[in-house]
């Protein structure tokens, strides 16, 4: 059974950082390409970025680009993403995804 649980969301304020974490199982880790997507109550999946399996090729939607740096540890079986310089605008949930499977999610608040 596929099992992703994200953790490491919380309140900050603008300009603030946090990090993000994905705890994957269930599935061979290691040669999966991984995503992080968000998702405002009622609006659409918002992709955020994307992670090859190996870690070395990253992409990023230009929303977040330059501000939010995505990582994985293959030995860990854990994607993580690090997110700086945070925004109102980034307040909403976040899930990692492996294709169509994605977790429960972790809540980012950032108020000012």
């Known amino acids: 059974e596929v099992q992703l649980v994200e953790s490491g969301g919380g309140l900050v304020q603008p300009g603030g950082s946090l990090t993000l974490s994905c705890a994957a199982s269930?599935?061979?880790?290691?040669?999966?390409?991984m995503d992080w997507v968000r998702q405002a109550p009622g609006k659409g999946l918002e992709w955020v970025s994307t992670?090859?399996?190996?870690?070395?090729?990253?992409y990023y939607a230009d929303s977040v680009k330059g501000r939010f740096t995505v990582s994985r540890d293959n030995a860990k079986n854990t994607m993580y993403l690090q997110l700086n310089s945070l925004k109102t605008e980034d307040t909403t949930m976040y899930y990692c995804?492996?294709?169509?499977?994605r977790g429960q999610g972790t809540q980012v608040t950032v108020y000012s």
């Open positions: 992670i090859s399996f190996s870690g070395r090729n990253t």
């Open positions: 995804k492996r294709g169509q499977d």
């Open positions: 269930g599935f061979t880790f290691s040669t999966t390409v």
